[in-house]
Nanobody
Framework: QVQLVESGGGLVQAGGSLRLSCVAS????????MGWYRQPPGKQRELVAL????????NYADSVKGRFTISRDNAKNTVYLQMNSLKPEDTAVYYC?????????WGQGTQVTVSS
């Protein structure tokens, strides 16, 4: 069993910053990839950023490149998403993502709302 607990969401004005955190616990040996997806209102879930747990290589959606930074702390089993220069179109529920032995696990989601 894998538990993912997210934190750091909230309401921010356009141009502001937020930092999301996701702590993984349980049977987590063998996690390959950690990251973040988001689901804007009325839209499908979409990739935001991924990071390889061992190599730290990253992958970003074009819409967030240069504004968001993903990082991880393996000792704390935590993945972070630093979000700068936020835009109203970044408003969404942000979900933590973990790929473990080929299976995807999701967090419960945290709301990020960016006001104009």
């Amino acid at each position: 069993q894998v538990q993912l607990v997210e934190s750091g969401g909230g309401l921010v004005q356009a141009g502001g910053s937020l930092r999301l955190s996701c702590v993984a616990s349980g049977s987590i040996d063998g996690i390959n990839v950690m990251g973040w997806y988001r689901q804007p209102p009325g839209k499908q879930r979409e990739l935001v950023a991924l990071i390889n747990r061992l190599s730290a290589s990253t992958n970003y959606a074009d819409s967030v490149k240069g504004r968001f930074t993903i990082s991880r702390d393996n000792a704390k089993n935590t993945v972070y998403l630093q979000m700068n220069s936020l835009k109203p179109e970044d408003t969404a529920v942000y979900y933590c993502y973990v790929l473990l032995w080929g299976l995807v696990h999701w967090g419960q989601g945290t709301q990020v709302t960016v006001s104009s």
